[in-house]
């Protein structure tokens, strides 16, 4: 079995995950739908295995984590350092994404009519902002979990927590004791689902490859090249610097310890799916505290999403171009704005990104007919950009984990 400390680098899961990738790709490549029928089978039971335990960790890992960070000044401190790294580094991506819109400008010329509109899957979207805080509340905890609806449940394990750490010193114990063996156990369990990564991996991506093909890819090139460029100098350039700057962290470091997760965001294309894996390596492998840890990751999966939040605006910014409506400076202002609010709403599952991205067309007045078929033609391609977006989602997560536990004077983070 694979561990994380076998001397043979085959031997090590993050290689044999990158393998199965590759294998994946060239059986997928060559197999076609046939195969993608015969294997698919197998990403999608490990998707579930993932999914399983999503709802447990989330409760475990917050309880324990609050409780254990105490209410007031402390908790605080905390809540205000992950706000302020969530909303900076996806205002960075937003930008980012504008940026490189405005400078390429894929849409403009780009002829969309001949894809036809696939069929845009339903997910729970927001019809406003002012929906998704009071969406936020849920009515009742145990529909919520059972949805999952992920950010009313976050905000009920963070209340809950806040009161366990006010209690007396005997429950306050017990409480406490309770949540953080759980946790442990929860924490165990991913231990064990992991191991199978490989195999999973290896069905995920031969669905991908043998049912999309790469003929679709061609007509929305520019744009996928676009959004991909974008992406990779968030990836590669800003969140390092991030790392370097605020956090006095070598990305280097950083970058090799997260292989896991990153390969695992990418062929499941869902932070939340992601998470147990997120949450383990980011404790076991990048040195974070489960105090630190335990609050900023589960969080972060469901609302800090830069790539999403990048892909948000640089979408919308297409759209715009494709259809030759010239987007004034304010209207992209409102569509930067946006963009930030939707990728907080979007689910942290494969396709949320774009689904929601009617919220910030309808910002700018964009609707109708045409625009539907630009974004079922969008959707059409969507899968390999969701993987990458996802793997700069959860990169982000952990970087804030990361520099956020610097800050707090946990000085073993990312030591090489
Ligand atoms: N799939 C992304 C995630 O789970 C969300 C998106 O579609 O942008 O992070």
């Not at 989330?58 to 402390?74: E, H, L, P």
């Not at 991908?208 to 061609?218: K, L, M, P």
């Not at 992601?274 to 990751?297: A, D, H, M, Q």
């Not at 569509?335 to 396709?351: F, R």
């Amino acid at each position: 079995m694979a561990t994380e400390t076998d001397a043979v680098w085959y031997k090590r899961l993050h290689w044999q995950i990158a393998i199965a990738m590759l294998a994946g790709v060239a059986a997928g490549a060559i197999g076609g739908e046939e195969l993608a029928d015969r294997v698919g089978w197998l990403g999608t039971l490990f998707v579930r295995l993932l999914k399983m335990i999503i709802v447990p960790l989330v409760f475990t890992s917050i309880i324990s984590g609050v409780a254990s960070v105490g209410g007031g000044r402390n908790l605080g401190r905390l809540f205000g350092k992950t706000l302020g790294y969530y909303v900076s580094t996806s205002a960075v991506a937003i930008l980012l994404g504008l940026l490189v819109v405005n400078l390429i400008r894929p849409g403009e010329g780009a002829n969309i009519g001949g894809v036809s509109a696939s069929e845009i899957p339903e997910l729970a979207t927001p019809s406003s902002i002012s929906q998704l805080f009071i969406d936020m509340v849920p009515l009742n905890v145990i529909d919520a979990a059972s949805k999952p609806d992920m950010l009313a449940v976050i905000f009920f394990c963070i209340l809950f927590g806040m009161a366990i750490a006010g209690l007396p010193e005997r429950p306050r114990a017990t409480l406490t004791g309770f949540f953080e063996s759980a946790f442990a156990a929860m924490m165990a369990l991913t231990s064990g689902i992991i191991r199978v990564a490989p195999i999973g991996v290896f069905g995920l991506i031969v669905r991908v490859v043998g049912t999309s093909g790469f003929a679709s890819f061609r007509a929305l090139g520019l744009y996928m090249l676009t959004i991909a460029l974008a992406l990779t100098l968030h990836l590669f350039v800003a969140l390092p610097l991030f790392l370097w700057f605020v956090g006095r962290i070598d990305p280097r470091v950083h970058f090799r310890n997260m292989l896991e997760p990153l390969t695992m965001a990418f062929s499941t294309a869902s932070s939340a799916a992601t998470l147990p894996v997120t949450l383990r390596t980011v404790e076991n492998k990048v040195g974070v505290s489960n105090r630190v840890s335990s609050f900023v990751l589960p969080m972060g999966a469901t609302i800090n999403m830069d790539g999403t939040a990048l892909y948000e605006c640089a979408g919308v910014l297409f759209i715009a171009q494709v259809l030759g409506a010239d987007l004034s400076a304010s209207q992209q202002l409102i569509v930067v704005a946006t963009a930030l609010l939707a990728s907080i709403g979007a689910a942290a599952v494969p396709s949320a990104g774009l689904v929601i991205i009617f919220l910030v067309l309808e910002s700018v007045n964009l609707r109708g007919p045409e625009v539907d078929v630009i974004v079922g033609a969008m959707l059409a391609i969507d899968r390999p950009l969701d993987m990458y977006r996802t793997a700069v989602n959860v990169f982000s997560d952990s970087c804030g984990a990361a520099i956020i536990a610097r800050s707090e004077g946990e000085a073993g983070v990312d030591s090489a």
